[in-house]
């Protein structure tokens, strides 16, 4: 993997073992597993994220759980004022804040990014 020249070889050496084995253990595509390449030699972790979410475990979100779900967003805003844009992506933030998208608790929800 060609990594960007300022990134430290031991800090390459780890980053290159663990997306190695992070690709081999985790299902992904071909876009996927590009865009996890891509952060990987820009000297970021696979277990971290570019918007600094973190699991309610107090761990970093893995980068490719935010990918996929900025993709989901992109894919469903695609054609969307920047009004709908907003308040489609903020259903995921907060049901109750909107009258139009609530959930019955019996209803099921599926999301793609699970």
Known sequence: MKFNKYIPLETRMLLERQ??????????????????????????????????????????IEFLTIYREEEY????????????????????????DNDDYSIDSDQEVNLPFE
């Open 19 to 60: 997306y190695k084995e992070y690709i081999k253990e985790t299902p992904m595509t071909d876009k996927e597993k590009h865009a996890v390449r891509e952060w990987v030699k820009n000297g970021n972790s696979v277990y971290e994220n570019s918007c600094d979410a973190w699991a309610e475990s107090r761990v970093p």
């Open 73 to 96: 967003l992109r894919a469903q805003t695609k054609g969307m004022s920047v009004e709908e844009a907003e308040r489609f992506s903020s259903v995921d933030r907060s049901l109750d």
